[in-house]
């Protein structure tokens, strides 16, 4: 079964951190690009961070530079968005993806939101 798992998200107060994990299962992370997008209420999806599992390459989105950090652990099939100083406006749901097996820059993979697999996603809140 093809899948992947989100968590991590909560409920914190502004300047506050957290950190989602995102679990594949049935399939590895190599030759993949994977990264994270959110939903807020009223608004589109936007890719926010994104990684190469090829090159390393990231994106991040002007809005989370900065205080967000993507990591990719091929090994355990796991990435994960540290997430520090969080605002109000940063209250969303978070979705993990990955992309097919081909080279996807870090850019590529957040702008163009060609992602073959998504997680359920996890919802942060942050209150002021």
């Known amino acids: 079964d093809v899948q992947l798992q989100a968590s991590g998200g909560g409920s914190v107060q502004t300047g506050g951190s957290l950190r989602l994990s995102c679990q594949a299962s049935g399939f590895t992370f190599d030759g993949r690009a994977v990264g994270w997008f959110r939903q807020a209420p009223g608004k589109e999806r936007e890719g926010i961070s994104c990684?190469?599992?090829?090159?390393?390459?990231?994106f991040y989105a002007d809005s989370v530079k900065g205080r967000f950090t993507i990591l990719s652990d091929n090994a355990r099939n796991t990435g994960y968005l540290q997430m520090y100083s969080l605002e109000p406006e940063d209250t969303a749901v978070y979705y993990c993806?990955?992309?097919?097996?081909?080279?996807?820059?870090?850019?590529?993979?957040?702008?163009?939101?060609?992602?073959?697999?998504w997680g359920k996603g996890t919802l942060v809140t942050v209150s002021s």
């Open positions: 990684i190469s599992s090829i090159d390393g390459s990231t």
């Open positions: 993806a990955a992309s097919k097996i081909a080279y996807f820059s870090g850019d590529y993979a957040c702008l163009s939101g060609d992602m073959d697999f």
